[in-house]
């Protein structure tokens, strides 16, 4: 299909067409990263924080179109979220470890070990309207030196853990994924996404979601395949309100209903990592793709 910036959308279920803005076509907001991740929106500060992984930087964009660094180095930061008082938690792959931003700027470690061992390389992370914090821990900041520092995992599986903050506990939630990557929950928070992206290195491993039940808040059960991507594999992704997942694929940014099924494509000119819902009214889709990070209105609203 080629390519229409004015146009950016791939339709296979005609209930996508109530989803997008026709006549709001794909804007390239940045470029001259070298791999964009980890997307944030910051609405009291009315900006988008993002990586750019190898670089060791997150920038900053603001809606006049100045681009700024927040941070750098940045300790190969990758996946970023807000926690419930407004805080800036990341997933640094250089320090393997999940960090969180104080107020007056300062940076506090959540999380680099489990059982006495590192983690891997945090990837990607979600907060719960408890306060605790949820994190993917893959191996890709510890595979070369282009994403964080080579070294051999020392963590048995690729996990996804749970962290109490308040407590300082962390838990493993799931332990059989190739590589967990994103991460998000429903709008009630009654089930967790995650992507597995193992085919990344290995074309025989899957390349879909799994979504699971949320017991208690505290364990997931009932793991099953969600969707699986037929351009790419799954890295970051956001849900809307109606439940909508809106996730990362090689050729733009794949929209599945809430039972699983393609609705349709928001295609981008490249490899999309990972997207957030942005923008005063929260229906601002901005996309991380490779160089660029990109935007397009959606007439659908992000859940968190």
């Known amino acids: 299909m080629q390519f229409d910036p004015s146009f950016p959308y791939d339709i296979r279920d005609e209930r996508f ?12 907001l940045y470029s001259g990263c070298r ?19 190898p670089n060791q930087r997150i920038l900053r964009w ?43 700027g300062s940076i506090t470690v959540l999380a680099d070990s489990y059982n006495g061992k590192r983690l891997n390389s945090p990837n990607d992370v979600v907060v719960r309207s408890d306060d605790t914090i949820w994190f993917t821990d893959p191996t890709y900041g510890i595979l070369s030196d282009y994403e964080g520092y080579k070294a051999e ?10 962290l109490d903050p308040a407590s300082g506990e962390i838990t493993i939630v799931v332990d059989d994924f190739g590589q967990p ?78 039972e699983g099924k393609l609705l349709g494509k928001v295609l981008v000119p490249q490899t999309v990592a990972n997207v957030t819902f942005g923008g005063p009214r929260k229906n601002r889709l901005f996309i991380t793709a490779t160089k660029s990070l990109y935007s397009v209105y959606v007439a659908v609203t992000g859940a968190v």
């Open 17 to 28: 067409r109530q989803y997008i803005v026709g006549n709001a076509g794909l804007e390239e």
């Open 35 to 53: 791999w964009a991740e980890g997307p944030v929106w910051f609405a009291d500060m009315d900006c988008l924080l993002w990586s750019d992984i």
């Open 62 to 104: 603001v809606p006049d179109g100045h681009v700024s660094v927040f941070r750098q180095p940045s300790n190969f930061t990758n996946g970023n979220t807000r926690d419930r008082q407004g805080r800036l938690v990341s997933c640094e792959h250089g320090g393997r470890r999940v960090t969180r931003t104080e107020i007056d």
């Open 153 to 162: 995992p020392e963590q048995q599986t690729r996990n996804v853990y749970r």
């Open 181 to 258: 990557n994103g991460l998000a929950f429903s709008p009630d928070e009654t089930k967790l996404y995650v992507a597995d992206s193992s085919s990344s290195h290995d074309i025989t491993r899957p390349r879909h979601i799994r979504v699971f039940d949320v017991v208690d808040g505290k364990t997931l059960a009932n793991g099953r395949e969600f969707c699986a991507l037929d351009n790419g594999l799954p890295d970051g992704f956001r849900l809307d309100t109606l439940g909508n997942v809106w996730t990362s694929a090689t050729d733009g940014v794949h929209c599945f209903s809430p």
